[in-house]
């Protein structure tokens, strides 16, 4: 059975979430932070040998004022996050046991996990060298002239001369178009090897998987949820606490983790 590393970027702006007490993964969510909940199901699982949570150095001390038991207990390394994405994901990679054999990067604001979704995308990954949960883009997609006139051609078009952005340019076809979710599994060299061949201060990845994509070596999908979903803005939090009600989980044999909370797992 490989060895497994998980790390949970937290060091994010969370810019869109609007709550002036809170980042997104750290606010309260059904009586534990939403992070924890991110957490639970890796640490339930025996080929999972060490968890990370990337913080940003701005949060580090109100999150060891808050999470420091936590981490102790649960035996969760904490390590600093960088300017960019990119640079979190690395701090966390220069953190991974040297006896480890796969990683799993997992969005610390998605908290509604399932453990049959794990199992599903860590197999792809043994298998593969590289896999993601994703789901097939369902919804019409309309790509948008954002803050731009309306023009066909070189000639503003009539009737929309004065118009400055959110008109429609075209309708992108659906087919074959997946939206990617986390957990995304790699082999441990595989993810150190893509990150080695990003230049310094790229900001442009939004995801591990683009980096392994890059090397030219293939990406498996696994097909997840709509409900694993990735909180935004605080509304979320309230669609969260309903899905986590109807998630298939399992109470560990005998265990239940310091800070579960019991009714969770009914």
Known sequence: MPNYAVILPAAGRSSRFRDKHYKKPFAPLARRAVWLHAAQQFLDREDVKQLLIVVAPEDREEFDRKFEANC?????????????????????????RAD?????????????????????????????????????????????????????????????????GNQIVETVARSDLWAAQTPQVFRRELLLEAYAALPSGDPSPTDDA??????????????????NLKITTRDDLRLAEQILRILPKAKPDGFSHPFAADDLWK
Do not use: Y
């Not at 300017?83 to 966390?92: E, H, L, V």
């Open 100 to 164: 480890i054999d796969m990683v799993a990067i997992h969005d610390a604001a998605r908290p509604c996990l399932a453990a049959q979704w794990i199992e599903r995308v860590f197999i792809s990954a043994e298998k593969h060298g590289a896999a993601i949960l994703a789901i097939p883009v369902a919804a019409t997609l309309k790509r948008v002239n954002k803050g731009k006139q309306a023009k066909k051609g070189k000639q503003v078009v009539e009737g929309f001369s004065h118009a400055t």
């Open 72 to 96: 102790m207990l649960l035996d969760i390394g904490v390590c600093p996050g960088g300017a960019q994405r990119a640079d979190s994901i690395r701090n966390a990679l220069g953190q991974v």
């Open 210 to 227: 683009q980096l392994v994509e890059r090397l030219g070596k293939p990406v498996m999908v696994v097909e997840g949820s709509p409900l």
